[in-house]
């Protein structure tokens, strides 16, 4: 069974910037997805798992950016330009999407981190 362990949320003003980390008990490819009140959870990015090919949702391109180091099995997120709209719970997940396409659907991972809360306030 692969552990994900989440760190980094918390609460922010808009604008400003937050850092998740999510650490794996293995290496494989990592993504973020988030899911606010009332609402279904969505992807946000990932990371592939050989080449390091990066993911995103149109919501956060240009402000989130994924990496992982792979010595530590840890994927990152770094949030900048936090919007309100960007407030949810965050959850890392890992896995082997079969092809690009999985990269941004739930059932492209098979493990998930517990969930950290990003709050941000306008």
């Known amino acids: 069974q692969v552990q994900l362990v989440e760190s980094g949320g918390g609460l922010v003003q808009a604008g400003g910037s937050l850092r998740l980390s999510c650490a794996a008990s293995?290496?494989?490819?990592m993504g973020w997805f988030r899911q606010a009140p009332g609402r279904e959870r969505e992807f946000v990015a990932a990371?592939?798992?050989?080449?390091?090919?990066?993911y995103y949702s149109d919501s956060v391109k240009g402000r989130f950016t994924i990496s992982r180091d792979n010595a530590k099995n840890t994927a990152y997120l770094q949030m900048n330009s936090l919007k309100p709209e960007d407030t949810a719970v965050y959850y890392c997940a890992a896995g082997s999407p079969r092809s690009g396409s999985f990269y941004y659907i739930d059932r492209g991972y098979d493990f998930w981190g517990q969930g950290t809360q990003v709050t941000v306030s306008s």
């Open positions: 990371i592939g798992g050989g080449d390091g090919s990066t």
């Open positions: 293995g290496r494989y490819a």
